[in-house]
């Protein structure tokens, strides 16, 4: 039997509703696959904020560093600034612990449908390997004349050598393990950017030479967003920068049926840290307490989990259970088509691990 100390930030909106199913999928596959779960409740993020004046408190990531892993909700409301919440919760976990590689898939599953003519189920299957801690999101630059007509607001991307390469080594990797189309796409922009995206392109070129069976593209961020779109099938391993990734993975969820569809995982790949696991979608204030959302983002975050910590047969169960759940149709959220409540999808998942 494996053991795992697991904790929990269940977060804001619609976070604290589908990581309670997130959870349940868990104990569920826990029982089936010998697996003994040790969750731990974090109560932070903006209710913590409200109260204490901080996202969490300031031995929070001390306390998260004792964990395998972190399971995460989501984090915001319309009350507190989004800069607020990134660099109060967000931001600092995944630079404490090098989560250097953010891998999130988009794959269009039987059962739902693409808003993209022509698109079957299974001719879209994407893994965007977004850089996670460095980039054009590094909280490097300031201000100058705050509140005056010369405000001046500097913002620096920032990228290293090593951090390019090592995130652009973990997509050639997985595009090996995929066996798919075992090919790697390059996003970049250095025809307008030229510094940070010379390194960038430079680093990319340096590790392709390591890796002489897997193919190579590199496009400019608009072309990928335009070809994400005329012709998503022809993509498999996407390797980005932290802003393109966000923007490309935000097209994958939508062109795939839905961003109640889209995992994540933040990744230490050398697991010197804790790794954090969320869906795409976000908190959500608009449907939050309604039990409409759809917690098949989380419960596939939860088998991404599962998966870093080796428990790969259970992974895959659940996999094949949210597979299952989708394609019969029977019990989806309103996004997805349906009427069924986020208790009732994850109900139904369960069922469907058995």
């Not at 408190?57 to 990134?86: K, M, N, R, Y």
């Not at 612990?97 to 003519?117: A, H, I, M, N, W």
């Not at 796409?185 to 890796?211: C, P, Q």
Request: proline content about 5%.
């Amino acid at each position: 039997m494996s053991e795992h100390r697991i904790a929990i930030i269940r977060g804001d909106g619609i976070g604290i509703e589908v990581i309670e199913e997130g959870i349940k999928v868990l104990e569920a596959a826990g029982e089936a696959h010998g697996i003994a779960w040790q969750f731990t409740e974090m109560p932070w993020a903006s209710d913590y904020y409200f109260k204490h004046g901080e996202m969490m408190p300031s031995d929070g990531l001390d306390t998260l560093s004792t964990f395998d892993s972190i399971f995460l909700g989501a984090v915001g409301v319309p009350e507190i600034q989004d800069h607020i919440t990134l660099a109060g919760l967000l931001l600092p976990i995944r630079r404490s612990f090098d989560q250097y590689v953010c891998e999130r898939p988009s794959v269009l599953y039987p059962g739902t449908s693409s808003p993209l003519k022509g698109q079957e189920p299974g001719d879209i299957d994407i893994v965007t390997v977004r850089e996670n801690t460095e980039g054009e999101y590094a909280d490097v630059g300031g201000f100058q004349y705050m509140g005056f007509p010369e405000e001046v607001g500097v913002q620096v991307g920032l990228f290293t050598r090593k951090g390019c390469e090592r995130v652009i080594t973990y997509a050639f990797e997985l595009a090996r393990k995929r066996g798919k189309k075992n090919l790697v796409t390059s996003i970049t922009k250095s025809n307008a950017l030229g510094y940070g995206m010379i390194v960038w392109d430079r680093s990319f070129e340096a590790v392709t030479e390591r890796y002489p069976d897997v193919e190579t593209n590199s496009l400019l961020i608009d072309a990928a967003c335009m070809d994400l779109i005329r012709r998503p099938e022809a993509f498999d391993v996407i390797v980005a920068s932290n802003l393109f990734g966000d923007i490309l993975t935000d097209i994958g969820a939508i062109i795939t049926g839905s961003m109640g569809l889209a995992p994540s995982g933040n990744i230490d790949p050398e697991r010197r840290f804790p790794s954090m696991f969320e869906p795409v979608h976000g908190s959500a204030p608009d449907i939050m307490g309604k039990g409409i959302a759809n917690p098949m983002a989380a419960i596939l975050s939860a088998a991404m989990m599962m998966r870093h910590l080796g428990d790969e047969a259970a992974a895959d169960s659940v996999e094949k259970a949210v597979l299952k759940t989708v394609e019969l149709s029977e019990t989806l959220t309103p996004d997805l088509g349906g009427t069924s409540t986020t208790a009732q999808v994850g109900d139904a998942v369960v069922s469907a691990l058995s």
